[in-house]
């Protein structure tokens, strides 16, 4: 049983935490010169209100999908992480950002929770599921995992 609850569409009533995760994230100045370089590469991400979901646009891609991390199932449940990726090329899935909120980082509170790592586990397991998909790309470090069909 799975201790969170991941979802790819995101109510409207976490607008505010969404932005303060995404564009206010306590650990964001640890990846500060890769966050410039994909804003540079890719544009910046906008949190946007469609159909009472929120989602986010990052520049001009259109495809940027999500995940989000939350607490629990419950109604009230908090926000605690994201993950940004798209298919920039046929064989491969590029992760544009991550963020976790800062009790479950890999020095909070709850890092032996791993939820950065769950978030990357999700989206290869999604992506072995697509054809074609050779490899998850991680674009702060560049790092490359392969996917096995």
Not at 62 to 68: H, K, R, V
Not at 82 to 109: P, S
């Amino acid at each position: 049983m799975e201790k969170y609850h991941f979802l790819s569409k995101l109510s409207a009533n976490y607008r505010e935490a969404l932005e303060d995760l995404l564009l206010f994230n306590e650990k964001q100045s640890d990846y500060m010169d890769d966050i410039a370089n994909s804003i540079e590469k890719y544009g910046a991400p906008e949190v946007v209100n469609e159909r009472e979901t929120l989602r986010i646009k990052i520049g001009s891609l259109d495809d940027a999908q999500c995940l989000f991390a939350l607490d629990s199932k419950a109604e009230d449940a908090n926000l605690i992480g994201l993950i940004i990726y798209f298919r920039c090329a046929f064989n491969n899935i590029t992760v544009l950002h991550v963020a976790v909120d800062k009790e479950y980082t890999f020095d909070g509170k709850f890092s032996a929770q791993n939820l950065t790592w769950q978030l990357i586990e999700k989206v290869k397991a999604s992506a072995v599921k697509i054809k074609g998909v050779e490899s998850l790309i991680i674009s702060y470090r560049n790092i490359t995992f392969p996917i096995k069909e």
